[in-house]
């Protein structure tokens, strides 16, 4: 059978190949493309759609208030619309137990505080919408940003696994400390053990320590803002596309991509360094920029980008709330 399929590929040119795996490849995918577009636009769902815009909007507050130094009345367009999303929330008699909503409430009473305690005075406009949010759900509580020291935030990189696994954090300071490459390979060594597709190892790492490259990534990325300069090293996760056989497998450079990252973050916990996942949802021009500036092949795709770098001895972490394994399981019994 191989050989014969070898024997038809030689008969074809390569056009014609290209014409029929593209045919097939199309077919596929708008497979899955047609269920995303028919979300957008069909699915009315109006409570999954608060809640994301919910949550959208703490976490853009929660890291705002963990920043290295945040800036006196950041992010007033958001503070304001995660108000409005609040108040709507409330008007649509959802369960007031719900994580995004307790932490959206929780979160816009810290950023209250927060500028009473430096003592700045916040535009007349947010202010009235907070003291809204504050006077209106005096008894609903969510997790507070975390202010710790470099010790207690390692405290737990060699105890069980239930402690370590908990004690990781995205972390969005760092000082100039330099990473020795040498550490950043032992992390992707341990990276390495995560599984992969018949072994296949699809998985490959930029470590970028230049100056120049570091800025013409961050540039590109739309979610470092305020911390991202600070990074001692980048890594840039990309994916081999030749080790899929059909676009069945499609999915698998991302999927392993993400299981391989995620013991990267471990890997890098565990030898101390600090570490934020930067998303790499970009526009294809942006893509292709940072494929150029670091030579990436064209059969490999880029996946994700993580900063990095050691800590000062005291910063800020955001809470990051999770649901419970109840809020997120069927159980077929
Ligand atoms: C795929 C992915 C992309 C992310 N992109 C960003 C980003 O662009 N900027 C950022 O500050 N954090 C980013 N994060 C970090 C998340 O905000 C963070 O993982 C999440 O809030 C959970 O918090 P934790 O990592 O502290 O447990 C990203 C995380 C993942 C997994």
Same mark, same amino acid.
């Given at each position: 059978?191989?050989?014969?399929?070898?024997?038809?590929?030689?008969?074809?040119?390569?056009?014609? @190949?290209?014409?029929?795996?593209?045919?097939? +490849?199309?077919?596929?995918? @708008?497979?899955?493309?047609?269920?995303?577009?028919?979300?957008?636009?069909?699915?009315?769902?109006?409570?999954?759609?608060?809640?994301?815009?919910?949550?959208? +909007?703490?976490?853009?507050?929660?890291? !705002?208030?963990?920043?290295?130094?945040?800036?006196?009345?950041?992010?007033?367009?958001?503070?304001?619309?995660? $108000?409005?999303?609040?108040?709507?929330?409330?008007?649509?008699?959802?369960?007031?137990?719900?994580?995004?909503?307790?932490?959206?409430?929780?979160?816009?009473?810290? =950023?209250?505080?927060?500028?009473?305690?430096?003592?700045?005075?916040?535009? +007349?406009?947010?202010?009235?919408?907070?003291?809204?949010?504050?006077?209106?759900?005096?008894?609903?509580?969510?997790?507070?940003? $975390?202010?710790?020291?470099?010790?207690?935030?390692?405290?737990?990189?060699?105890?069980?696994?239930?402690?370590? $696994?908990?004690?990781?954090?995205?972390?969005?300071?760092?000082?100039?400390?330099?990473?020795?490459?040498?550490?950043?390979?032992?992390?992707?060594?341990? +990276?390495?053990?995560?599984?992969?597709?018949?072994?296949?190892?699809?998985?490959?790492?930029?470590?970028?320590?230049?100056?120049?490259?570091?800025? !013409?990534?961050?540039?590109?990325?739309?979610?470092?803002? !305020?911390?991202?300069?600070?990074?001692?090293?980048?890594?840039?996760?990309? #994916?081999?596309?030749?080790?899929?056989?059909?676009?069945?497998?499609?999915?698998?450079?991302?999927?392993?991509?993400? @299981?391989?990252?995620?013991?990267?973050?471990?890997?890098?916990?565990?030898?101390?360094?600090?570490? $934020?996942?930067?998303?790499?949802?970009? #526009?294809?021009?942006?893509?292709?920029?940072?494929?150029?500036?670091?030579?990436?092949?064209?059969?490999?795709?880029?996946?994700?980008?993580?900063?990095?770098? =050691?800590?000062?001895?005291?910063?800020?972490?955001?809470?990051?709330?999770?649901?419970?394994?109840?809020?997120?399981?069927?159980?077929?019994?």
């Amino acid at each position: 059978m191989e050989a014969l399929k070898k024997k038809l590929k030689g008969l074809f040119p390569k056009k014609l @190949m290209y014409l029929y795996y593209l045919q097939t +490849a199309k077919k596929a995918v @708008m497979f899955d493309i047609k269920r995303r577009v028919y979300d957008k636009v069909y699915n009315n769902s109006d409570d999954e759609k608060v809640k994301r815009d919910l949550t959208l +909007a703490y976490h853009i507050v929660e890291k !705002g208030l963990t920043m290295p130094t945040p800036r006196p009345g950041f992010g007033k367009p958001v503070v304001i619309s995660l $108000c409005n999303t609040v108040l709507k929330y409330d008007t649509m008699n959802l369960p007031k137990t719900e994580l995004e909503f307790k932490q959206s409430v929780s979160v816009l009473r810290e =950023y209250y505080e927060y500028h009473i305690e430096i003592g700045f005075k916040l535009d +007349a406009d947010v202010l009235e919408k907070l003291e809204v949010i504050v006077n209106n759900f005096k008894g609903i509580e969510g997790l507070k940003q $975390c202010h710790i020291s470099k010790e207690d935030y390692f405290k737990d990189v060699n105890s069980p696994f239930d402690l370590f $696994c908990k004690s990781r954090y995205s972390v969005r300071n760092y000082t100039t400390e330099v990473i020795p490459v040498k550490v950043l390979h032992d992390c992707i060594d341990l +990276a390495q053990k995560s599984p992969s597709f018949c072994n296949r190892q699809p998985t490959r790492v930029y470590i970028v320590k230049s100056a120049e490259k570091k800025t !013409g990534i961050l540039d590109l990325q739309n979610g470092n803002r !305020g911390f991202g300069h600070l990074a001692e090293t980048l890594l840039v996760i990309s #994916s081999v596309i030749s080790t899929t056989k059909d676009i069945h497998e499609r999915n698998e450079n991302h999927l392993n991509g993400g @299981m391989f990252s995620m013991t990267l973050l471990n890997a890098l916990h565990f030898y101390k360094i600090a570490a $934020c996942s930067l998303n790499w949802s970009v #526009s294809n021009d942006k893509d292709e920029k940072l494929r150029k500036l670091l030579k990436i092949p064209e059969n490999e795709v880029p996946l994700l980008v993580i900063s990095c770098g =050691y800590v000062p001895d005291k910063f800020a972490i955001a809470s990051s709330p999770r649901k419970t394994s109840k809020e997120i399981t069927v159980e077929h019994l």
